[in-house]
């Protein structure tokens, strides 16, 4: 089955830092790459997503890329805010569901 | 437009007791999934409905997990009996299409789960 690593564990930017997390995947046949946002105490919330005939996608500070020959994709968040400090986790879709399998997550602390 | 509810937000068990949680999605979506969440990890799918039938159930433990979703609406997971390590958190997700579309899984709050 698919397996999903991602990297770092733990990220700490200041305001208005970058910020990127790696994740790659190990099943080729994987065509779906959502990120989700998880705060404390909530379910995890969708943030963007790209599909493997897509090697980009932006959205305002948030953009994604996807490398299918590496088998990786990365989130950048620009501009990072106070807001966006929670855990990011990364997934990728495969199969004949739309069954997830989700990286291990990123806990990303933005400071004053 | 509602969101997808979970009950209880919280519970707290011994081992070996039975517990079940309750899931009503987003209403009008076809695909219904579990997943549990152990603390530090990224959530893990259990069972996956397509109105009422099951897509994929290969990561549930059947000994002691179960899940229906009558009448293709609201769904209930129970565990009967728990054991100390299904302490996690257990999260319902529902998605407006059938279970091939790649399409946005809109997750609940969550159960938190504690087994003593």
């Known amino acids: 089955g698919e397996n999903v690593e991602q990297h770092p564990s733990t990220l700490s930017v200041q305001e208005g830092d970058s910020a990127v997390i790696k994740c790659t995947y190990s099943?080729?046949?994987?065509?779906?790459f959502p990120w989700y946002k998880q705060e404390l105490g909530k379910g995890p919330q969708l943030i963007i997503d790209?599909?493997?005939?897509?090697g980009e996608k932006k959205d305002q500070r948030i953009a994604v890329t996807l490398n299918k020959t590496a088998k990786h994709f990365s989130l950048h968040i620009t501009e990072t805010q106070p807001e966006d400090s929670a855990v990011y986790f990364c997934?990728?879709?495969?199969?004949?569901?739309?069954?997830?399998?989700f990286g291990t997550g990123t806990q990303l602390k933005v400071e004053l | 437009e509602a969101g997808v509810a979970q009950s209880p937000r919280y519970k707290i068990i011994e081992k070996r007791q039975s517990v079940a949680f309750w899931c009503n999605p987003i209403?009008?979506?076809?695909?219904l999934y579990w997943y549990q969440q152990i603390l530090g990890q990224g959530p893990k799918l259990l069972i996956q409905?397509?109105?009422?039938?099951?897509?994929?159930d290969s990561q549930l433990p059947k000994d002691r997990f179960s899940a229906e979703r009558l009448k293709g609406v609201d769904s209930t997971l129970k565990i009967q009996p728990a054991k100390l390590e299904d302490s996690a958190v257990y999260l319902c997700?529902?998605?407006?299409?059938?279970?091939?579309?790649?399409?946005?899984?809109?997750f609940g709050p969550g159960t938190r789960l504690l087994v003593l």
């Open positions: 997700a529902s998605s407006p299409g059938l279970a091939g579309r790649r399409e946005t899984q809109y």
């Open positions: 099943d080729s046949a994987s065509n779906y």
């Open positions: 790209i599909r493997s005939n897509v």
């Open positions: 997934a990728g879709v495969t199969g004949g569901g739309n069954k997830l399998t």
């Open positions: 209403s009008g979506h076809a695909t």
């Open positions: 409905f397509q109105n009422n039938g099951v897509v994929d």
